[in-house]
């Protein structure tokens, strides 16, 4: 698969030895959010990417959906007996999507232009921001 290059295959070790212990449960923000639904927390994550780097899975929009599910808080490692790093694999995910040009989201390039063009994320006036 054409996205997934050195970057990410990096990870293919420390996605499989995710043990599925659950520990990281406790930690995620997110996946509370997300009403503990399994692959919008880091257990979820790894066989996610496991399957991209191994070519078990083809890149949906329901993958790079769940893999944007990630504040990279780093919470997750601190609760894992096994040491595995959600988020760099994540980071390593996105960056992947923006070599191959399917990054930034829609959703990110309004955050940008907001920022580039009013100087804030919310494209809202800088005068009404100052007055209010
Ligand atoms: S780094 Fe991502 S997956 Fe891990 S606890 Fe934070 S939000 Fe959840
Ligand atoms: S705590 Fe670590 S090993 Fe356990 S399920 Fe979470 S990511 Fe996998």
Avoid: W
């Avoid at 894992?80 to 996105?94: H, I, Q, S, W």
């Avoid at 070599?99 to 005068?127: R, T, W």
């Amino acid at each position: 698969m054409a996205y997934i290059s050195s970057t990410l295959r990096e990870y293919e070790e420390s996605t499989y030895l995710c043990n599925r212990c659950c520990f990281c449960h406790s930690a995620c923000t997110i996946l509370r959010q997300m009403n503990m639904e399994e692959t919008s927390g880091p257990r979820g994550k790894m066989p996610l990417v496991y399957g991209l780097i191994r070519g078990d899975i083809k890149l949906s929009a329901f993958i790079v959906d769940k893999l944007y599910l990630c504040t990279t808080c780093r919470h997750c490692y601190v609760e894992c007996p096994a040491g595995l790093e959600v988020e760099k694999v994540v980071e390593a995910f996105r960056h992947e999507l923006i070599k191959a040009g399917l990054a930034p989201l829609e959703a990110h390039k309004v955050i940008s232009f907001n920022i580039d063009n009013h100087n804030n994320p919310f494209g809202e006036s800088v005068l009404d921001r100052v007055s209010g």
